[in-house]
């Protein structure tokens, strides 16, 4: 088993910025791939981001690259989402989601373990 808690999230005025962070417990974090997804009220689950299990391979969504960088420290068993010139769109609820395997994925039926979600509100 493998515990996920995220933290960070709140409101912000477009254009602002917010670091997320999720802490995992349980097994060997750098055993896993870890993404992070959002979903929006009256929307699916979607992907934002995914960082392979060195850190040295990372994935965006479209809808946020150049402005979201997924980081990791295996150390800390910690992985980030620093999120830059957000927009009103990116409101919703984020989750961290640990995979076991060395690379991540965009699909959320991939994913073991989940956090509970924190909430990022954009206001315009």
């Known amino acids: 088993q493998v515990q996920l808690v995220e933290s960070g999230g709140g409101s912000v005025q477009a254009g602002g910025s917010l670091s997320l962070s999720c802490v995992a417990s349980g097994r060997t974090f750098s055993n896993y791939a870890m993404g992070w997804f959002r979903q929006a009220p009256g929307k699916e689950r979607e992907f934002v981001a995914t960082?392979?299990?060195?850190?040295?391979?990372?994935e965006y969504a479209d809808s946020v690259k150049g402005r979201v960088t997924i980081s990791r420290d295996n150390a800390k068993s910690m992985v980030y989402l620093q999120m830059n010139s957000l927009k009103p769109e990116d409101t919703a609820v984020y989750y961290c989601a640990a995979l076991s395997s060395a690379w991540g994925s965009r699909r959320t039926s991939d994913y073991d373990y989940w956090g509970q979600g924190t909430q990022v509100t954009v206001s315009s």
């Open positions: 960082i392979s299990w060195s850190g040295r391979s990372t």
